[in-house]
């Protein structure tokens, strides 16, 4: 059963094509059968998920912050090799912690950039890029996971500090 005073938050698609996952904006997870369209608060025998977007579950406890409230993380993206899940969060940050991120308050890298709320993260669909969206400040960033590519995730750097580089490398060429 579905409430009727929640709205959607998250879709993902089972890599069978079988299901999508829904996040709920009661803080539920719902699956619905496609295209039967049968909903159902568990999920299918041995989900594998094809795409994996959303801020709830066991898989990803670790990544609110201590003292959080529900809304504080507005976006995740888990990278396509499973390994990494970025998130983006009220406070303008973009953090990248290991996945599975099973432990509260999980260690994970912190990046700057944005001057406000950050509403969505995104790899793309070859891990090559994160892209970042602001809420306020209306901005996209776009970038390169080499940056990101440190086994050691607890390591803090600026995100600004990338995008900063990455637009004088493009002004250097002459781009």
Known sequence: VVSTQST????????DSQHIAVSLSTY??????????????SPPPSLLLHTST????????GIWPQDSHKFDVNSASVANGSSVVAT??????????EYPCREKYAKH???FGHS????????TYNDKY?????????????????????????TKHGYFCFIEGLFEKIKRNGN
């Open 88 to 97: 983006g969060d009220d406070f303008g940050t973009v953090k990248l912690f």
């Open 28 to 41: 539920e997870m719902v699956y619905v059968k496609v295209p039967e369209g049968f909903v159902s608060q």
């Open 116 to 123: 406000a709320h950050v509403t969505g993260v995104r790899f």
């Open 8 to 15: 959607v938050l998250q879709l993902d698609w089972t890599a």
């Open 109 to 111: 890298k912190k990046y």
């Open 54 to 61: 959303t801020v709830l579950g066991e898989q990803l406890l």
């Open 130 to 154: 994160l892209v970042s969206i602001g809420g306020d400040d209306s901005c996209v960033f776009c970038v390169g996971s080499r940056y990101f590519s440190s086994p050691n995730l607890v």
